[in-house]
Antibody, heavy 120, light 107 residues
Framework: QVQLQESGPGLVKPSETLSLTCTVS????????WSWIRQPPGKGLEWIGYIDNSGSTKYTPSLKSRVTISVDTSKNQFSLKLSSVTAADTAVYFCARVSFWSGNYIIDYWGQGTLVTVSP | DIQMTQSPSSLSASVGDRVTITCRASQSISSYLNWYQQKPGKAPKVLMS???SLQSGVPSRFSGSGSGTDFTLSISSLQPEDFATYFCQQSYSIPWTFGQGTKVEVK
């Protein structure tokens, strides 16, 4: 059974860089694509981006200038960096696996999520 | 970006009721539409992919339909564990986008 676990600081100061890591267990990280999604408190889901098994990345345009997603296959981990954060970046951040199913991409395994608050 | 609009935003229903949630895309997305269920404090769980393909382990009371711009998720007989928020998501084009969610509450 694939499991994902986010880790990283729960509090980040404005203008600094948010850094999160997702550790994948129960399967090889090399065989799939991996994504980050966030959810501001009490609001809906926002897809941030993904990295595929060739290392190619896709990001949502509104965050593209500030986001980097990378993979460390030796540790079976992938990471998110979001620079120049503001209060608007306060959210629960989920890491997730992307699978190709019936000719369609789905987000089929999710971490439990980690709340990151941006505050002085 | 493709906008996904769900209706209603919330609904009240009783155990045993049939429930239908609608998702509309701002442009055609063929059948590249997924449905997720989220319970408070938990990560979303995928229910349906490609508009109508039930994921493994999801009860058959859930069904999906639609293509192009209009999609529906139906629950044939609502069970206590189905009270949750449901999101649609398009995977037709980057950036992937979600609907705002439909909260199914106890009547």
């Amino acid at each position: 059974q694939v499991q994902l676990q986010e880790s990283g600081p729960g509090l980040v100061k404005p203008s600094e860089t948010l850094s999160l890591t997702c550790t994948v267990s129960g399967g090889s990280i090399s065989s799939y694509s991996w994504s980050w999604i966030r959810q501001p408190p009490g609001k809906g889901l926002e897809w941030i981006g993904y990295i595929d098994n060739s290392g190619s990345t896709k990001y949502t345009p509104s965050l593209k200038s500030r986001v980097t997603i990378s993979v460390d296959t030796s540790k079976n981990q992938f990471s998110l960096k979001l620079s120049s954060v503001t209060a608007a970046d306060t959210a629960v951040y989920f890491c997730a696996r992307v699978s190709f199913w019936s000719g369609n991409y789905i987000i089929d395994y999710w971490g439990q999520g980690t709340l990151v608050t941006v505050s002085p | 970006d493709i906008q996904m609009t769900q209706s209603p935003s919330s609904l009240s229903a009783s155990v045993g009721d049939r429930v239908t949630i609608t998702c509309r895309a701002s442009q055609s997305i063929s059948s590249y539409l997924n449905w997720y269920q989220q319970k408070p404090g938990k990560a979303p769980k995928v229910l349906m992919s490609a508009a109508s393909s039930l994921q493994s382990g999801v009860p058959s009371r859930f069904s999906g339909s639609g293509s192009g711009t209009d999609f529906t998720l139906s629950i044939s007989s609502l069970q206590p564990e189905d009270f949750a928020t449901y999101f649609c998501q398009q995977s037709y084009s980057i950036p992937w986008t979600f609907g705002q969610g439909t909260k199914v509450e106890v009547k």
